[in-house]
């Protein structure tokens, strides 16, 4: 079987799942959901990914920090990039915002600060979308702190990179360069962000 047929094949097999789910989401158990959202998520099925949405926070009670970080990102990764291709959607880039901020906290307490501060930017990047600015360089200031008290270059990069944006916009030309500039001295950021293959149910 050739790759393009596999690929074929798997992104039937998602959509036979999301027919299950529309016929009785309810009725499914949390390790299933657990196992669909990981095959979206493998296959890259973002908007079908969504459709366990309503699951989310049974699917987190009582599971790891690890894991429930990995649900979260799940979720807003699939917002996120929903709102990227289908313009005008706000109430993606609003769900981003939200996830990314429980995220945040949740970081926080696992003392992952590079994940803590990149999830800040995604705060930032989000609200942007949004028109929200001066709440989108509260984030990204929020992130550049994180990643200068730790020494995580990738994340003030990426901080200096929104700031440095939106000082232009609002017509502080050299502050926004001279952020602009810090930004390039600095490797560019990669994803951390672990995958865990089991889910905890409650007993």
């Excluded at 009785?24 to 095959?39: D, P, R, T």
Aim: charged fraction near 25%.
């Amino acid at each position: 079987m050739t790759a393009w047929w596999q690929e074929g094949a798997k992104k039937r097999e998602v959509r036979e799942r999301i027919a299950e789910v529309k016929s009785g989401s309810s009725e499914m158990s949390l390790v299933q959901v657990f196992k669909n959202i990981g095959a979206a998520f493998d296959s890259q099925e973002w908007r079908e990914l969504l459709h366990w949405e309503g699951r989310m926070e049974e699917l987190l009670a009582g599971q790891s920090d690890d894991v429930s970080n990995f649900i979260l990102r799940a979720f807003s990764l699939a917002h996120g990039l929903v709102a990227v291709t289908f313009t005008g959607r706000d109430d993606n880039s609003g769900s981003v915002v939200r996830l990314e901020t429980r995220r945040v906290d949740l970081l926080g307490k696992m003392e992952l600060f590079r994940d803590q501060a990149q999830a800040m930017c995604q705060c930032g990047q989000a609200l942007v979308c949004l028109r929200k600015f001066q709440e989108a360089k509260t984030w990204f200031q929020r992130a550049r702190d994180v990643g200068v008290a730790h020494g995580f270059f990738s994340a003030e990069c990426r901080a200096c990179m929104g700031l440095g944006s939106l000082s232009k916009r609002d017509g502080r030309i050299e502050e926004g360069l001279d952020l602009l500039r810090n930004a390039l001295v600095c490797p560019q950021p990669q994803s951390l962000h672990p995958t865990p293959h089991t889910v905890n149910r409650k007993s």
